[in-house]
């Protein structure tokens, strides 16, 4: 475990207002496969710091999990599942097996992304947690800042809240 300084805080709280900020320009209800692995890598790394350890512990990581990687993993098995079973399944159970794959497919092209996968929705609820584990221990005054620099970590970490909020509220009111 790392000990988080006061440079690495006030840049941890300048990256939750980028990330916000970065966030709201994608799509709430669609999977952003490059944002996923984006906020893996950042929450690892808020993982190594001890003061942060008990607030992002619980937060799991994102899965970047498209539709179109989940319909093309189908047709890849329905594929392969035609080729291992030809010889032992009749012609008749050969079209039930085809078209029954066909409506699977059809089925997950429907399925909310948010099932499977995290969309930027639940990313946005993800950083919202940091965000909120960041202004506890900025308000414990465990981390001993200067005046000047609480407030302004105060300001950027609450307009982060405020955007992420603001896009969470947005994506639930359509």
């Not at 599942?81 to 997950?108: C, D, H, T, Y």
């Not at 990313?123 to 900025?138: D, G, M, S, W």
Request: aromatic letters at 10%; charged letters at 25%; hydrophobic letters at 50%.
């Amino acid at each position: 475990m790392a000990e988080l300084t006061r440079k690495e805080f006030y840049e941890l709280a300048n990256q939750c207002r980028e990330r916000a900020l970065e966030l709201a320009l994608f799509d709430q209800s669609r999977v952003n496969r490059q944002q996923c692995r984006q906020f893996n890598l950042w929450l690892a790394r808020l993982k190594t710091y001890d003061q942060l350890a008990a607030g992002v512990q619980d937060i799991s990581a994102a899965r970047p999990i498209t539709r179109y990687d989940l319909m093309a993993a189908t047709v890849v098995l329905w594929l392969l599942s035609m080729f291992l079973l030809r010889e032992q399944v009749s012609v008749g159970g050969n079209r039930i097996l085809a078209f029954g794959m066909w409506g699977l497919v059809i089925l997950l092209y429907f399925l909310p992304e948010s099932l499977y996968a995290t969309t930027v929705e639940l990313l946005e609820a993800k950083v919202l947690r940091v965000v909120e584990t960041l202004e506890a221990l900025l308000i414990s005054q465990e981390m001993d800042v200067t005046e000047a620099v609480f407030f302004k970590i105060k300001e950027n970490l609450n307009t982060a809240r405020r955007e992420l909020r603001q896009q969470i509220h947005l994506a639930h009111n359509r």
